[in-house]
């Protein structure tokens, strides 16, 4: 189910941006996967349920790890998130640096 959202959530992106005139070529290596995206969407939950405050890196950490407890199929996902892409505009880590 979450997967099948984040595929149309991305769709809806896409499309948007063509739409915008953009290039799909320019930009479909900037978004992230479907995995990926879940990965953000729980841990978006996460942090609102922690009443909607940033986590530091040591609680993000921790917060992705447990997704990937919780979720093993998206272990790839995650430790993709913890830094082996640093290249993708959209993460957070590479926006702040």
């Known amino acids: 189910m979450l ?3 984040a595929s149309d959530e991305l ?3 896409v499309e948007e941006r063509v739409l915008q005139g953009e290039d799909p070529w320019a930009f479909m290596e900037d978004l992230p996967t479907v995995d990926e995206l879940v ?3 729980l841990r ?3 942090i609102a349920a922690d009443g909607g405050q940033q986590p530091n890196e040591a609680r993000n950490y921790r917060v992705l ?3 990937s407890l919780d979720y093993p199929p ?3 996902a995650v430790w ?3 830094g082996s892409e640093p290249h993708r505009t ?3 880590s590479v926006r702040a640096s």
């Open 11 to 13: 769709s809806v992106i």
């Open 80 to 82: 993709r998130l913890l």
């Open 44 to 46: 978006a939950e996460n």
């Open 39 to 41: 990965v953000l969407t």
């Open 90 to 92: 959209w993460d957070v």
């Open 3 to 5: 997967r099948a959202e």
């Open 74 to 76: 998206l272990s790839a």
């Open 65 to 67: 790890r447990q997704i």
